[in-house]
């Protein structure tokens, strides 16, 4: 069946730098990806999403581009913040009937001062 | 503003007792969904409903059973709980748009069994 791959955390970065969180999904269809993000004490929020190939999603300064030939879904940030320490999910809909989404396992982010 | 809900946020309950989570939405979304969260293992989907009276088993429905007799509310019923599903459950939903997909979360209930 359908799975997502993260990268393993917790990753720990200073202020204003810079992050990359893998994701590498399989897929037998042609999925939606989505990037959440999960603020402590909160349930998920949507951060970015991507439709089809070659399509960068963005949002409050991470961008991820969806990549068709590397199965993959980074996500970016040129210059991190303390509050963007959370724990961030990568997922994919399989676009069929109620398109459930399919999660990684979540890489907590935590950025120090 | 989009808005699910669920009705507690914290739930202390004992080996062996029914327990209800109540999910609300008031986007007028088609699709609602329950998961579990565990460090480690990431959302797992437990049921999720496509309609008013409709369910479909997710990846780990073993323990559960739901209800969906109104679009706006889902239920989780846990029917003799166990300490293993101590954990986080969140409740979601989502427009009934296969181009779109992405779906809107509660807060989360955290629920102990002991």
């Known amino acids: 069946g359908d799975s997502v791959t993260q990268m393993e955390g917790p990753v720990t970065l200073s202020e204003e730098a810079f992050l990359t969180i893998n994701c590498t999904y399989t897929?037998?269809?042609?999925?939606?990806l989505f990037w959440y993000v999960q603020y402590p004490g909160e349930g998920l929020q949507l951060l970015l999403k991507?439709?089809?190939?070659?399509d960068k999603g963005s949002n409050k300064g991470f961008e991820a581009t969806y990549r068709k030939e590397t199965t993959s879904f980074h996500l970016e940030k040129g210059s991190v913040q303390v509050s963007d320490s959370a724990v961030y999910f990568c997922?994919?809909?399989?676009?069929?009937?109620?398109?459930?989404?399919?999660f990684g396992q979540g890489t907590r982010l935590t950025i120090n001062p | 503003d989009v808005k699910v809900t669920q009705s507690s946020r914290y739930l202390v309950k004992r080996t062996g007792e029914k327990v209800f989570l109540e999910c609300v939405q008031d986007m007028d979304h088609e699709n609602m969904f329950w998961y579990r969260q565990d460090p480690g293992l990431g959302l797992r989907l437990i049921y999720f409903s496509y309609d008013v009276k409709m369910k479909e088993k997710g990846d780990i429905p073993e323990g559960y059973s739901v209800s969906r007799e109104k679009k706006e509310r889902f239920s989780l019923i846990l029917e003799s709980a166990s300490t293993n599903q101590t954990s986080m459950y969140l409740c979601?939903?989502?427009?009934?748009?296969?181009?779109?997909?992405?779906?809107?979360f509660g807060p989360g209930t955290r629920l102990t069994v002991l």
């Open positions: 991507a439709t089809k190939a070659d």
């Open positions: 897929a037998t269809g042609y999925p939606s």
């Open positions: 979601a939903s989502s427009i009934g748009d296969r181009a779109r997909g992405e779906q809107f």
């Open positions: 997922a994919l809909s399989d676009r069929q009937g109620a398109q459930k989404l399919v």
